[in-house]
T-cell receptor, first 113, second 113 residues
Framework: AQSVTQPDIHITVSEGASLELRCNYS??????LFWYVQSPGQGLQLLLK??????LVQGIKGFEAEFKRSQSSFNLRKPSVHWSDAAEYFC???????????FGKGTLLTVNP | SAVISQKPSRDICQRGTSLTIQCQVD?????MFWYRQQPGQSLTLIAT?????????ESGFVIDKFPISRPNLTFSTLTVSNMSPEDSSIYLC??????????FGSGTRLTVV
């Protein structure tokens, strides 16, 4: 069965610092991979997704993620964090053509001024 | 991307009662899903809402507890029946048209007392 692991429950960074959020997946086939962001009291917003092709994916709000098949990872990065990036971030894997998503437990990002 | 309006945004309910949550999409979507997010946890898929037929439930979720309707391609409801405090969660719907282009509603925060 597929699974997603986000090893970091909570990360704190200073505004302007770089950010990397880790995600590891377990899936028997070619994965469809996603990063979502959830601000307090809000639904989930899709940041970026990987289906195939270039393993470095660009998303919204200046985020990018790199798919590394050998490491079963899909880490999210941002070169310079803004205070408005404080939120919870979820990595997810898609299960083939039935389009169902399995989510990781999330990483809460705190941004210090 | 589709925009999903979900209501109510929050509710406090007595145990033993039922609550119906509605999701309205601003355009026709082929796929709609319902998720539960328990406090401090990730999202767990409850079921796939199928237009004009019975929903497809994930393991651990049953129709008697979480009846779902989807009368057309823009609307779905989830009912949480015979509620107990363990049902206190955030419930989210999502929808989209293939290729994992999903949008999420803003969620319903349910507290059962």
């Amino acid at each position: 069965a597929q699974s997603v692991t986000q090893p970091d429950i909570h990360i704190t960074v200073s505004e302007g610092a770089s950010l990397e959020l880790r995600c590891n997946y377990s899936y028997g086939a070619t994965p469809y991979l996603f990063w979502y962001v959830q601000s307090p009291g809000q639904g989930l917003q899709l940041l970026l997704k990987y289906f195939s092709g270039d393993t470095l994916v660009q998303g919204i709000k200046g985020f990018e993620a790199e798919f590394k098949r050998s490491q079963s990872s899909f880490n999210l990065r941002k070169p310079s964090v803004h205070w408005s990036d404080a939120a919870e971030y979820f990595c997810a894997v898609g299960r083939g053509s039935n389009y169902k998503l399995t989510f990781g437990k999330g990483t809460l990002l705190t941004v210090n001024p | 991307s589709a925009v999903i309006s979900q209501k109510p945004s929050r509710d406090i309910c007595q145990r033993g009662t039922s609550l119906t949550i509605q999701c309205q999409v601003d355009s026709q979507v082929t796929m709609m899903f319902w998720y539960r997010q328990q406090p401090g946890q990730s999202l767990t898929l409850i079921a796939t809402a199928n237009q004009g037929s019975e929903a497809t439930y994930e393991s651990g979720f049953v129709i008697d507890k979480f009846p779902i309707s989807r009368p057309n391609l823009t609307f779905s409801t989830l009912t949480v029946s015979n509620m107990s405090p363990e049902d206190s969660s955030i419930y989210l719907c999502s929808g989209g048209t293939g290729n994992y282009g999903y949008t999420f509603g803003s969620g319903t925060r349910l507290t059962v007392v």
